[in-house]
């Protein structure tokens, strides 16, 4: 028996596309993306030729009455299946595709995040390096500071100690120069003293000549005088008896005015040297003189 064809406007319910679903061999739970397939196998129109029929027993065949060719499956079963296949095929290299380019995507993420994160520690360990040098210049350039704080020092001890030497030396030079002319001075003053002392000694020796001279007059007018008394009295004294008296008598005036002088050279006057040298030879040559 010829079964009805199909009508154009035919929509399966979910239990039949199921059903041909897993007819195809598409897993329902796994392969909800084939489900397509089986909606629209089951709604197609047999090819030309071919009609639905009912064997006598009540199962469904196909016939082909143009070629005669019989077949309990649908006729286009086979090419949904293969269309299953390819798409199964399609959906695997879709999935391997974007395996891969997840993969890839993965990778190069990945890659990214290395050559930041290598960026990062690279950046890192040059600022640390930086870091590192920069102390390394701040201490080498305390360190020459420090050197040539010690140099400027030892520089100036060193100039310090060559100006007070120069100092010491200038002022030892001033103090043996002052030394020299206070020197020079006194030796001055010594010599002007020793000139005053012998114009005073020279004076002194004009004043006793000129003493002596008086007390030679003096004593010649006494022995004269004496002499005249002497005669008139009878005794006469003896001329160089009188002659040696009054010499020794001069003699010894002129040793005291020298000692006078010398004793009194350096605080008395000339007048009182010579006075007192007079005073006392004319007085010893009297006293002799008068025996």
Same mark, same amino acid.
């Given at each position: 028996?010829?079964?009805?064809?199909?009508?154009?406007?035919?929509?399966?319910?979910?239990?039949?596309?199921?059903?041909?679903?897993?007819?195809?061999?598409?897993?329902?739970?796994?392969?909800?993306?084939?489900?397509?397939?089986?909606?629209?196998?089951?709604?197609?129109?047999?090819?030309?030729?071919?009609?639905?029929?009912?064997?006598?027993?009540?199962?469904?065949?196909?016939?082909?009455?143009?070629?005669?060719?019989?077949?309990?499956?649908?006729?286009?079963?086979?090419?949904?299946?293969?269309?299953?296949?390819?798409?199964?095929?399609?959906?695997?290299?879709?999935?391997?595709?974007?395996?891969?380019?997840?993969?890839?995507?993965?990778?190069?993420?990945?890659?990214?995040?290395?050559?930041?994160?290598?960026?990062?520690?690279?950046?890192?360990?040059?600022?640390?390096?930086?870091?590192?040098?920069?102390?390394?210049?701040?201490?080498?350039?305390?360190?020459?500071?420090?050197?040539?704080?010690?140099?400027?020092?030892?520089?100036?001890?060193?100039?310090?100690?060559?100006?007070?030497?120069?100092?010491?030396?200038? @002022? *030892?030079?001033?103090? #043996?120069?002052?030394?020299? !002319?206070?020197? +020079?001075?006194? =030796?001055?003053?010594?010599? /002007? $003293?020793?000139?005053?002392?012998?114009?005073?000694?020279?004076?002194?020796?004009?004043?006793?000549?000129?003493?002596?001279?008086?007390?030679?007059?003096?004593?010649?007018?006494?022995?004269?005088?004496?002499?005249?008394?002497?005669?008139?009295? @009878? *005794?006469?004294?003896? #001329?160089?008896?009188?002659? !040696?008296?009054? +010499?020794?008598? =001069?003699?010894?005036?002129? /040793? $005291?005015?020298?000692?006078?002088?010398?004793?009194?050279?350096?605080?008395?006057?000339?007048?009182?040297?010579?006075?007192?040298?007079?005073?006392?030879?004319?007085?010893?040559?009297?006293?002799?003189?008068?025996?």
């Amino acid at each position: 028996t010829v079964l009805a064809e199909i009508p154009g406007d035919y929509e399966p319910s979910e239990e039949e596309v199921t059903d041909y679903a897993k007819w195809l061999g598409i897993d329902t739970a796994q392969e909800q993306s084939l489900m397509w397939i089986a909606r629209e196998g089951i709604k197609a129109p047999l090819p030309q030729g071919w009609k639905a029929c009912k064997s006598s027993s009540g199962d469904i065949y196909y016939f082909n009455f143009e070629t005669s060719e019989s077949m309990w499956e649908h006729p286009l079963d086979n090419k949904y299946r293969q269309l299953c296949r390819r798409e199964r095929e399609k959906m695997a290299e879709e999935k391997v595709q974007c395996s891969v380019t997840e993969m890839r995507e993965t990778e190069q993420r990945k890659i990214r995040e290395l050559e930041i994160a290598s960026s990062e520690r690279i950046r890192k360990k040059k600022q640390e390096l930086e870091e590192l040098e920069r102390r390394e210049m701040v201490k080498v350039e305390q360190e020459a500071q420090v050197q040539l704080q010690k140099k400027k020092r030892i520089q100036s001890g060193k100039s310090r100690e060559t100006k007070e030497v120069a100092q010491t030396a200038d @002022g *030892s030079g001033v103090s #043996e120069a002052s030394n020299g !002319i206070a020197e +020079q001075d006194r =030796a001055a003053e010594q010599h /002007r $003293v020793y000139e005053s002392h012998l114009s005073t000694m020279e004076r002194s020796v004009e004043l006793a000549e000129e003493t002596l001279s008086r007390v030679w007059a003096v004593m010649d007018q006494r022995r004269s005088n004496r002499q005249t008394v002497a005669t008139q009295a @009878g *005794s006469p004294m003896p #001329e160089e008896e009188i002659h !040696i008296k009054v +010499q020794t008598a =001069a003699q010894m005036g002129l /040793r $005291v005015s020298a000692q006078s002088l010398e004793a009194t050279r350096s605080r008395s006057s000339l007048a009182l040297c010579a006075a007192l040298g007079c005073i006392v030879g004319y007085w010893i040559a009297s006293r002799r003189a008068r025996g």
